[in-house]
Each structure stands twice: as structure tokens, then as C-alpha cells.
């Protein structure tokens, strides 16, 4: 699936892009807005988000295999 993405960022753009959506991705889910069955409404949205996240990090680590290297010592 991710072989479909071109990277045309710098890596350090890239590494900088993914440090922002981790971060926002932590704060949507994990510390604020979790999927709450009462507003069934921005499902789409929610599942939108973690696609976009789930590709661009599997391409990130696709192109920068070091830093999945890196991630698993943390």
C-alpha cells in the first residue's frame, strides 16, 4: 500500500511532518477526542485521519528504514 507514496520531502521535512502527526494523532486519541459512539458522525473523519497517519508512516519507514531501527530501541 505504501509503495503508491512518493516522498518529495527532505528527510529531515519528513521526520519533522511525522513528529507532528504523532503529536497530533496522541492528542486526538489517546488524551483527548477517543472515538465516542455518541458522536457517530465524524467516524469517516476519524478513520480518515488514522489512514492518512497509518500511510504516511509506512512510507516514512519504508524510505528511512534507520528510523524504524531507532523507534524499536525506544
Do not use: C, V
Request: aromatic share 14%; glycine share 2%.
Amino acid at each position: 500500500m505504501a509503495k503508491n507514496i512518493s516522498l518529495d520531502l527532505s528527510p529531515i521535512e519528513a521526520n519533522a511532518l511525522l513528529i507532528m502527526l504523532n503529536e497530533a494523532i496522541e492528542m486526538h486519541f489517546y488524551y483527548g477526542n477517543s472515538f465516542d459512539h455518541k458522536d457517530w458522525e465524524h467516524f469517516d473523519l476519524d478513520a480518515a485521519r488514522l489512514t492518512a497517519y497509518h500511510k504516511f508512516r509506512t512510507a516514512y519507514q519504508d524510505r528511512y528504514p534507520e528510523e524504524k531501527a531507532n523507534e524499536r530501541t525506544r
